[in-house]
C-alpha cells in the first residue's frame, strides 16, 4: 500500500496525530494484509462510490484503497550530524513514497517548543535542513562505494554522475525535488528530499476557521500540498460515530476529517488514482498509477492477471450506476470490452478476462 512516513520537530502533535491513526486502523482492521505493525496507522481513501456500488452487488464487504503511515522520531536542530537520525529512522522513512512534514500551528504556553517560539516557517527550514544533510551524508557515503563499482564497470558513469550532481545540488540548500535531475539510477538510496512532500499543519480552531491565516501558511509551502487539521480533535473524531463525528467537524467549519484529507491529497501527490471491482462477496477499490494500462492495473490485484491478461469488461461508474446492472449496461452498450492498450480511468468497474 501507499505509505506515508510522519516527520516533524518534537511536540508540534506527531504523536496525538498518530494516536488517531492508529485507532483509525483499528477501525480499518477488515484489511485482507492483517497484521498492522505498531508504527504503522491506516486511512482509507474516502471513497462514496464504494457503498453505491456495495448495494446494488449486495457486497458482504467494501474495502477502500488503503494510506498507510508510518510514524517517525521527532527531528531536532542536528539530528542529521548525531545520533538523532538512527539508521532505523532512515529506513522508515527512506521507503516511503511521501513524506508528510507535521507544523506546529497552535499556542499553547502549557506546551514547550523546541526553539522557543511557534514559527512554521523556521520549523520548516530546520527539517528541511535535517533531511538535505542526511541525503547529503547519504550520497557522499554512498559515493566510494559507487566509484568502486564504477572501476569495476559494474554501473556506467551515468550513475556517477548522478552522484556528483545531486551532491552539488544540495550543497546549493535545495531539496533534490526541486532539481531536474533524474534520480532514476540511483532511486535504491532512497533520498529523502526527492520524495514528494506534504505539510500538515496541526492548527486549533482559530486557524481552522480563518480562511485568510490558512492561505498565508499554505503559500508558505507551494506548490506542495497543506492540510490544516487539529490532531486534538481528529482523535476525538474516531470515538464518535459518523453522525456525531460529522456535526463536532461541521462546528469547526471544515467538510471533511484531516485524515481523509491527508489520504486523498496523497493520492493527488503521488498521482495515483483508483479502478473499482464490484460482485457479492466484495466491493473493493484498487490502486494505480495514472495512465497506467489495463494489464498492469490487472496486475495489481495478482501477478497472473497481468501475465495471462485476455481483456478487460469496463464500465464507468456514473453508466452502471444509471442503468442498474451490469446485463442492463451491456444491453444498453455502455459495457466496453478493452484490450491490452487501453488506459484505465478513474472509476472504472472493471472485470478483467486471463489465463492461467
Ligand atoms: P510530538 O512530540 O510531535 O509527537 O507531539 P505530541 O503529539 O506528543 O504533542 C505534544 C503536546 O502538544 C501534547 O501535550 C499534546 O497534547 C499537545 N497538542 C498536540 N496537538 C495539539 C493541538 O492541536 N492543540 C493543543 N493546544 N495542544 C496540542
Avoid: C
Avoid at 184 to 192: C, K, Q
Avoid at 262 to 281: E, H, S
Avoid at 315 to 342: C, M, N, P, Q, V
Wanted: without cysteine; hydrophobic residues 45%; charged residues 25%.
Amino acid at each position: 500500500a501507499l505509505t506515508i512516513a510522519i516527520v516533524g520537530l518534537p511536540n508540534v502533535g506527531k504523536s496525538t496525530l498518530f494516536n488517531a491513526l492508529t485507532k483509525n486502523s483499528v477501525l480499518a482492521a477488515n484489511y485482507p494484509f492483517a497484521t498492522i505493525e505498531p508504527n504503522v496507522g491506516i486511512v482509507n481513501l474516502p471513497d462514496p462510490r464504494l457503498a453505491a456500488l456495495a448495494e446494488l452487488f449486495h457486497s458482504e464487504r467494501i474495502l477502500p484503497a488503503p494510506v498507510s503511515f508510518v510514524d517517525i522520531a521527532g527531528i531536532v536542530k542536528g539530528a542529521s550530524v548525531g545520533e538523532g537520525l538512527g539508521n532505523k529512522f532512515l529506513a522508515n522513512i527512506r521507503e516511503a513514497d511521501a513524506i508528510a512534514q507535521v507544523i506546529r500551528g497552535f499556542d499553547d504556553p502549557d506546551v514547550v517548543h523546541v526553539d522557543g517560539k511557534v514559527d512554521a516557517a523556521s520549523d520548516m527550514e530546520t527539517i528541511n535542513t535535517e533531511l538535505m544533510l542526511a541525503d547529503l551524508q547519504t550520497l557522499e557515503k554512498a559515493e566510494a562505494r559507487y566509484e568502486k563499482e564504477f572501476r569495476a564497470k559494474k554501473i556506467t558513469q551515468a550513475t556517477m554522475d548522478t552522484v556528483k550532481a545531486a551532491i552539488a545540488w544540495l550543497g546549493q540548500g535545495k531539496p533534490l525535488s526541486a532539481s531536474t535531475l533524474d534520480l532514476a539510477p540511483i532511486r535504491e538510496l532512497g533520498l529523502l528530499t526527492s520524495k514528494p512532500f506534504i505539510y500538515v499543519f496541526n492548527v486549533d480552531e482559530a486557524v481552522l476557521t480563518d480562511a485568510d491565516g490558512r492561505a498565508a501558511l499554505a503559500a508558505l509551502v507551494a506548490p506542495a500540498h497543506a492540510v490544516f487539521l487539529d490532531a486534538k480533535l481528529e482523535s476525538e473524531l474516531i470515538d464518535l460515530d459518523p453522525d456525531d463525528a460529522a456535526e463536532l467537524l461541521a462546528s469547526t467549519g471544515q467538510e471533511e476529517s484531516g485524515l481523509d484529507q491527508l489520504a486523498r491529497i496523497g493520492f493527488d501527490t503521488l498521482g495515483l488514482q483508483t479502478y473499482l471491482t464490484a460482485g457479492p462477496k466484495e466491493t473493493r477499490a484498487w490502486t494505480i498509477g495514472k495512465g497506467w494500462k489495463a494489464p498492469q492495473a490487472a496486475g495489481v490485484i495478482h501477478s497472473d492477471f497481468e501475465k495471462g491478461f485476455i481483456k478487460a469488461e469496463v464500465i464507468s461508474f456514473d453508466d452502471l450506476i444509471a442503468t442498474g446492472s451490469i446485463a442492463e449496461a451491456r444491453a444498453h452498450g455502455k459495457a466496453r470490452i478493452e484490450g491490452k492498450e487501453y488506459v484505465m480511468q478513474d472509476g472504472d468497474v472493471v472485470e478483467f478476462r486471463f489465463n492461467n
